[in-house]
């Protein structure tokens, strides 16, 4: 085995060239002006930085990462100029042990390694003192205001695919092919973002890890750096994208109008069956099936939305209705298998497996204050009959079997009626000893099994979903959510926290400036620079500068509660032992609002989809913003009740003494 790991190391192919280091010359070294495989064993500077990545360079020759060619430099005589090449985490893994803390040495080196190519040909001056390295580039300030409000629009295609998810995206993006079912015309904006829709759901994006960032080697070609480990890939590494994002377009530019267009553009349309329970789900019949159920089987089986078919041809053919139920009886199944249970000598109850019906419904969670605001919405741009509705918004209403929810195209449920619907679950827990929570099937020992838990959803749409934001910990809706399986997730909010405000509701606190109004393009763009920087750093004021940073701070706790706890989104959602990816290391400003270059921008480009204001400006000429400020005098209730609301706060303050969870404003407490 010996010589195989001496030829490895010795292919210099196997290395990615990494950049130039410049050292004290010292006439000990015996080096000219050719290349030679030799580093200095001894430095001779003052410098506390160069000499750290001195000591990191000859720890990692001592693990035989890296190859070092030396000559004296060609400019300055008094100096030696080291290439050095880097062994990738991803070649030789068979020969060469990479230990995830020996990664640290490669980040102290690269703090003085100079990438450039003038540098490694050796034709520019030293840059000894301030190489121009990775390290030493500029991190990005830019704030999560400005960041929002600076996403492109979307320009979704139909070149997916899925011919589908073609069709459906043709449909909105082509005016003259009509959406059926849609009374109301939608703007152009409104198709676009329901096709933007359409076009993550049926085919994530492969994006580059957000934890890399390329690096162009000296002497061509890419590497791909995690600043924050130290680890360098030669070969780039990818993640879907989520199916599904958070829809985040202005109050009033019809929200939920474009995710009923995305409902019917999408209409029975069909989840697939997730990967990992994909095998061997092909259902063997007892007897030869009839020709029309073996068609049913294999319209379904290839996921055709023959729902939105049937409704299209449904005048003047008879025989439809046999055709329908036939179809209907044949809907895809998969099959999760039951837990294996725990080895006991004690007589235990054998689960059996669990079959979970694909569903092409769309589920849409509301605030109970919502849900009048969507049933005018339907009734107003939906044609009678276009979809199949049923509205779940009272506790006491039985939720239909699972046979009978198949036949719905939206399911309408408040937050609380969720919650409660899933609650014996919940509560049960604690009792589960199944492994996986979303394969638990104990409550079926205890009585009632929710029908939502045997299908598998097209869609779950939650509207202000900015409430199931709870970074850390998981309320009783993200809890309840998590029992329910569904393919395509979408949360519907214009303002999912503070700080992912449209520009656009800025200007609403701005009175007069200039002669300017609200929508005048210049004053969009100066409220986006005057908040650019993250923090604040331009801010002398140090209070006001912390006090930002840490409201920046709370904003990116919910995004990554969205993305981690709903979305599912790969690699934050990881788990340890699993590529896990922390959202606070990665994400999260430092104490002077500097993050990693590109990370969060890239997280938020396949998250939202929105339209920047000015882009609807040259569609739509909205009318001018005027703001004017009205005070309001309190009644004598309004008094009574703010005085009653300070007093116990004084007297918590006394009692409490200000310490401990007794003290309301505690950091417990929140």
Known sequence: NSLPHAEFLKDLTNFQS???????????????????????????????????????LWRLLCLGWVRTFARRHLRNRDELHVRVYLLPADVGGK??????????????????????????????????????????????????????????????????SCTFSSYAIDS??????????????????????AAMMIRREAEPIRALDPRLEEIECPTGGLSFYDQTTGIMFRQPRYYDEAKGGLLSETMGLGKTLICLAAILATKGHWPQIPPEYSLNQHRIRTKVGSLMQMAATAANRDRIPWRSYLQLIS?????????RRVLEQNVPTYTIPAPEGRRSRRPTTVLPDKTIRLCSTTLVIVPRNLLSHWRSEIAKHIEKEALKILDLDSNESVTPAAE???LYDIIIMSKNRLVEEMSLETNLQNACSCLDTGCCR??????????LKDLHFLRIIVD??????TFGRKNSAVAALANIRVERRWIVSGTPSSGLLGVEASTATIETLGGLDGNDSRLIQAILESRRSSGLAIETNASVRRSTLQQERKDLEKLGSIAVDF???????????????????YIMPAEDGQRKPKSLAGVLEGLVVRHRVDDIEKEIKLPPLHNRTVYLEPTWHDKLSLNLFILNLAVNAVTSERIDQDYMFNSKNR
């Open 172 to 193: 909105l993006l082509d005016r003259s092919m009509g959406l059926p079912g849609l009374e109301t015309g939608l703007y152009a904006y409104q198709r676009r973002s």
């Open 404 to 406: 009978d929810l198949l």
């Open 315 to 323: 005048s003047g053919v008879e025989d439809l209705a046999s055709c």
């Open 567 to 585: 979305l599912n989104l790969k690699p934050w959602s990881n788990t340890k032992g699993n590529d896990a990816a922390s959202w606070k290391q």
């Open 18 to 56: 990494l950049g130039s280091l410049i050292l004290p010359f010292t006439p000990d070294s015996k080096l000219g002006d050719d290349w030679q495989e030799h580093y200095p064993e001894h430095l001779t500077s003052n410098d506390i930085g160069l000499y750290n990545a001195h000591v990191a």
């Open 95 to 160: 020969y060469i042990e990479r230990n995830s803390h020996d990664w640290d040495y490669v980040k102290k080196l690269m703090a003085y390694i100079d990438s450039s190519k003038e540098a490694w040909e050796g034709t520019q001056d030293s840059h000894r003192n301030n190489p121009p390295s990775i390290r030493s580039r500029p991190s990005n300030r830019d704030s999560l205001f400005y960041l929002f409000n600076s996403l492109p629009s979307p320009a979704p295609s139909s070149n997916v």
């Open 464 to 469: 202000e979903g900015h409430d199931f934001s």
């Open 442 to 451: 104990c409550s079926a020992k205890f009585g009632y099994n929710s029908p």
